[in-house]
């Protein structure tokens, strides 16, 4: 019995010397990684170190100021969000995709005029500074125009009827005044159809809807 419990004791011991030296060897091995670097190595180790901490460091200082700048925004109820979404529509109302409402002109022509004529007003508008145009309840953009003889007008593929109705969103002053000061167009035009009646009212809400048409470009591309 003494002698199996020696040997026990004597097996147990020399478990623990194992272990201990294991563990040495793996400590050296770690303490050897660095050990084993010239001290050229290691000023570029510590370098690497130190570019690396600063660069972490700026981050973080960025950051802050990012956080800083939209806590702010947000106290104040302005957000970047907000301000591109503003932008957003206002290019939106202007290319025709959406709707359009505020103060202009409603302009009334009552008789017949060919085509070119009613181009004519419509350019007319446009030239003084008219922001938003729809004829018939067709909002005008690009590609969309006016053609036809009197009595026979069509635009965007629909017959405009008898009596037109122009709505155009603007400075009222400015566009009533374009079309309906002396020697302008609608005296030309009144000069040219003697049985055609121009009316323009100054209006303090227009509304003109937005297009149906597809505004995607076919051949041309946007440059960023």
């Known amino acids: 019995m003494r002698r199996a419990a020696g040997?026990?004791?004597?097996?147990?011991v020399l478990l623990l010397l194992g272990f201990l030296v294991v563990v040495q060897l793996r400590s050296q091995a770690a303490d050897?990684?660095?050990?084993?670097?010239?001290v050229q190595e290691l000023t570029e180790l510590v370098a690497n170190?130190?570019?690396r901490n600063n660069q972490l460091r700026e981050e973080i200082k960025t950051l802050e100021g990012q956080r800083e700048t939209v806590s702010t925004a947000v106290e104040r109820g302005d957000t970047s969000t907000g301000g591109i979404r503003t932008d957003l529509n206002r290019i939106l109302g202007w290319s025709g995709a959406l709707g359009v409402s505020g103060a202009g002109v409603?302009?009334?022509?009552d008789g017949a005029l060919p085509g070119d004529a009613v181009e004519q007003l419509l350019n007319e508008l446009r030239n003084a500074g008219a922001e938003a145009?729809?004829?018939?309840?067709?909002r005008l953009v690009p590609?969309?125009?006016?053609?036809?003889p009197a009595k026979a007008l069509v635009v965007a593929g629909v017959p405009l009827p008898g009596a037109l109705e122009i709505l155009a969103v603007g400075h009222p002053e400015s566009l009533a005044g374009s079309l309906a000061?002396?020697?302008g167009l609608i005296a030309q035009l009144s000069a040219r159809?003697?049985?055609?009646?121009?009316?323009?009212?100054?209006?303090d809400l227009i509304e003109v809807p937005p297009t149906d048409r597809d505004l995607n470009p076919v051949r041309g591309h946007p440059r960023l």
């Open 143 to 148: 590609g969309v125009v006016v053609t036809g």
């Open 193 to 203: 159809y003697p049985d055609v009646v121009i009316t323009v009212n100054d209006e």
């Open 32 to 38: 050897q990684g660095l050990a084993g670097l010239s």
């Open 133 to 138: 145009i729809s004829i018939g309840g067709t």
């Open 49 to 51: 170190v130190t570019t």
């Open 106 to 109: 409603r302009v009334t022509v």
């Open 181 to 183: 000061r002396a020697g």
């Open 7 to 12: 040997s026990m004791a004597v097996g147990a």
